[in-house]
DNA sequence: CAGATTTCTTAATCTAGTTCATCGTCCAGG
DNA sequence: CCTGGACGATGAACTAGATTAAGAAATCTG
């Protein structure tokens, strides 16, 4: 039920959904004073993607959230999603392990963008999500590693020597 | 209780205790491939350090803990603070909106380090813990916002002209 | 206080990554 | 069919920041 390049959650708005990928690939990324996008997020097949701490704390999201490719998303509101947790507990266990994972890897991506090379982070990249590589538009993925789309692409170069 | 460089946590360990900081300052840090030093996070006094993904999830922790100076702080075991969260419910919604404001901040510093310069960071960093700045010896600010401590040394230079 | 060790500064050189400009390709729409 | 727009490759010039080395300050420690 989304095209490419349509918008789920633009900054400024308070997230309310959670949004589970049922097939394509969407990604959560922030606009910089200069305009230019960083990739925090990739999400595709099988993947939740929001803003939690938009959706935790009802503040304006400083993220967008949009889909790179035609994509199918279930939408779950904060709301159903707490009356689930009373439902089914076990849910709630769920959720838990994937808001836990969500923070390491966020702490995660920090210490490898303070100690590693471009090289190295996409090295790490390919190993993460090595499915997404030949999928998506690879100025996407030089967003995400926090490098410019020439500079990724002779990186590439290099690798086929 | 502790004197300067004093370790509270090394990486390896699985992180019991949070700790809250009387007085002095604590670091919390990780360790490269080449052994260079990334600080995470300060904790001047009255504020609260540890692993937390290493606390919730009891996983070994990827990080170190130690003072930069002699400090008194207060342990608080995990056990303790969830028999805490029963007895006194208000405190569970202080650790938890604790626990949002590190994720926020987590999430801040990623995109502050994708998109902003050495100097702005700099910036940032006096704007954020204004008190820290003649207080700690300035090679930690270095590490903490991402450039050798030479380069700091240069952008501090610049700023008197 | 003297010596030792840690911290800060300065300057020269080097490099990873950016910027800008150009070109070929691959489509989607008319 | 052709045309305009997104995407990727490539190369030359440029820059932010690292590295190295050295000396000056400052701070332990006995």
Redesign the pocket.
């Known amino acids: 039920n989304m095209k490419r390049k349509e918008f789920l959650l633009k900054q400024g708005q308070v997230a309310r959904d959670l949004a589970f990928v049922v097939d394509g690939c969407l990604r959560a990324f922030a606009l910089d004073d200069n305009g230019f996008e960083h990739i925090l997020q990739f999400a595709p097949t099988g993947w939740w993607i929001s803003d939690m701490s938009s959706v935790i704390s009802r503040r304006e999201s400083l993220l967008n959230v949009d889909s790179i490719k035609p994509s199918q998303v279930l939408l779950l509101s904060r709301e159903d999603q707490l009356t689930l947790f009373d439902e089914v507990p076990r849910l709630e266990r769920y959720f838990r392990v994937l808001t836990e994972n969500g923070l390491v890897s966020s702490r995660m991506r920090l210490i490898e963008n303070l100690s590693l090379?471009?090289?190295q982070r996409y090295q790490r990249f390919c190993q993460t999500y090595p499915n997404l590589i030949n999928e998506i538009?690879?100025?996407y993925i030089a967003s995400f590693i926090?490098?410019?789309?020439?500079?990724l692409?002779?990186i590439?170069?290099e690798k086929l020597s």
Chains 1, 2 share one sequence.
Do not use: D, I, M, Y
């Open positions: 090379t471009a090289r538009p690879q100025k926090g490098v410019t789309p020439e500079f692409s002779k590439r170069g």
